[in-house]
C-alpha cells in the first residue's frame, strides 16, 4: 500500500513539501486539516515531553530529505561518532544530507520533489563527469558535474522540466547551465541553504538517549 506521505505533515504539524506543487496548492492537506491525524480540530494539544520534542524534531529532518528510518539514522549516528572531531556536527550532518545525488536534481530543479528525484536517479536518468550513474546515495564532490543524460532530454518530462528551469534559483554552491540541463559542484553547501524547518540539534539529543 502506498504511503500517504501527507499524514506525515499532520503529524508533525508543519509542511515538509513531500509532494511538490500539491503542497502550494488549496488540496494540501495540512491546509484542509490542519490537525494531527485522528485528532479532533478542537482538541487542545497536550504538553510534549523533551523525547517527544525531539523525536518530531528527528522526524521533521528524516522526512525533508525523504529517509527512511534506516537510512537517515546511520547518517546521524556518523555524526554523533565524530562529535568533538567536527567543527559544527550540525553542519557536518547536513552537508552529508544536502550532498546525496536525488537532493541535488531536487535542488537543481530538475524534480518536485526529493521523492520523485529519488526515482529518476535509479532510473538512470543523470551522468556524473559523463559517466552514468544510479545510486541516490551518491555524495557528490566539489568539481563533479551532474548532467541529464542526452537522449533522455528528448523525454516529454524532461522537456517540460527545461522550461521550469527558467525560474529555479539553484543554492550557491550549485552552478546550473539551465541550457545544457547540466550543473557543476562549486562549493560546501550551508545551513542556510539547507534552510531546513526543524531543529537540528535535537536530531542528536534524539540519539543520544
Known amino acids: 500500500m502506498k504511503k500517504n506521505v501527507c499524514r506525515i ?29 485522528g485528532q479532533k480540530p478542537k482538541k487542545v494539544k497536550a504538553g510534549l515531553s523533551d523525547y517527544g520534542r525531539e523525536l518530531i524534531e528527528k522526524q ?68 556524473i563527469n559523463g ?5 541516490p546515495s551518491y555524495e557528490v564532490k566539489k568539481g563533479e558535474v551532474i548532467s541529464v543524460k542526452e537522449q533522455k532530454k528528448e523525454k516529454p518530462f524532461f522537456k517540460k522540466i527545461s522550461l521550469s528551469l527558467k525560474k529555479t534559483k539553484p543554492p550557491l554552491w550549485l552552478e ?13 553547501p550551508t545551513l542556510e541553504d539547507a534552510n531546513l524547518p526543524a531543529e537540528i540539534h535535537s536530531v542528536f539529543e534524539f540519539y543520544s538517549h
Open 131 to 135: 559517466k552514468p550513474l544510479n545510486i
Open 60 to 127: 521533521k529532518v528524516k522526512c525533508w530529505y525523504s529517509l527512511s528510518e534506516r537510512q537517515f539514522k546511520k547518517y546521524a549516528k556518523a555524526v554523533l561518532e565524530k562529535r568533538g572531531k567536527v567543527e559544527d556536527a550540525s553542519l557536518e550532518l547536513v552537508r552529508k544530507l544536502e550532498k546525496r545525488l536525488d537532493n541535488v536534481v531536487f535542488r537543481l530543479g530538475f524534480a518536485s520533489s526529493r521523492r520523485q528525484a529519488r526515482q529518476l536517479v535509479s532510473h538512470g536518468n543523470f551522468l
Open 176 to 188: 546550473l547551465d539551465k541550457e545544457k540541463m547540466s550543473a557543476k559542484v562549486v562549493g560546501e
Open 9 to 37: 505533515c499532520r503529524r508533525v504539524g508543519q509542511k515538509l513539501f513531500l509532494k511538490g506543487e500539491r503542497c502550494f496548492s488549496p488540496k494540501c492537506s495540512l491546509t484542509r486539516r490542519p490537525y494531527r491525524p
